[in-house]
């Protein structure tokens, strides 16, 4: 019964990807001029305001793969009460975190400009999934660790992209503060993409799903 069930909750895993893949590709050939990969960030895609034609692909997918990771996150929680008791703990926070990504594709499906009407709303919610996410993959991973080469490598793919994250955008303060906010000029401007928010951005979105798979593929230690 419970490989029967782990292998349901990887068909929900594949699925989840599956919806936010296909959604970014058809968000992202309707995008007005061509989506920029390394310069645009991951709302743009799916913006009703920057992406009148195909933001609500990459919305649509994006809530509807992140709902479809709600198994996963059930899994790990049904198996964190056979095992550590702060596992318990992180495997809450990593449904509070998939639970705050519905709702940032939802928003981005069906409100057009939701910062318009309540200040940094969606950077709030957004910076709520990713930083639930990532803190209770991190956690669980490293509860669930002992010495393997796997949870180590599931561990590196939390913290490097969201450790390039913020070293890259304190170095963008000290030297190219005047900036503003990254686009696609900072492309014919020459900018460097490794101080592109945007690129670091996708890349952490990548390693998350990565992250989880490589945790669904770890056994939960037992109390």
């Known amino acids: 019964m419970s ?3 782990t292998q349901k909750t990887w068909a929900w895993y594949w699925l989840s990807v599956l919806f936010v893949v296909a959604g970014g590709y058809l968000g992202a050939r309707a995008y007005p001029g061509g989506f920029d990969w390394a310069y645009e960030v991951m709302s ?3 913006s009703q305001k920057h992406n009148p034609e195909g933001g ?3 919305a649509g997918g994006l809530a509807l793969g992140m709902a479809c990771l709600f ?3 059930f899994l790990f929680l049904r198996e964190s009460k056979e095992g550590k008791r702060r596992e318990v703990w992180f495997s809450r926070v990593i449904l509070g975190g998939i639970f705050f990504g519905v709702l940032v594709g939802l928003e981005r499906l069906f409100v057009y400009h939701i910062s318009d009407v309540v200040h940094k709303a969606h950077e709030i919610l957004a910076l709520f999934c990713f930083l639930s996410l990532f803190i209770g993959i991190l956690g669980l991973t490293l509860s669930r660790t002992g010495r393997s080469n796997l949870s180590r490598w599931s561990a590196l793919w939390v913290v490097l992209p969201l450790m390039a994250i913020g070293l890259s955008q304190l170095a963008l303060y000290f030297d190219q503060r005047d900036l503003g906010w990254v686009d696609t000029e900072w492309r014919t401007m020459g900018i460097p993409v490794w101080y592109s928010f ?7 979105a990548v390693s998350l799903w990565i992250s989880l798979g490589l945790l669904l593929r770890q056994k939960p230690q037992r109390a």
């Open 3 to 5: 490989r029967e069930r």
């Open 44 to 46: 743009a895609l799916a």
């Open 56 to 58: 609500h692909w990459f």
């Open 198 to 204: 945007a690129f670091w951005q996708w890349l952490a």
């Open 71 to 73: 198994p996963v996150g």
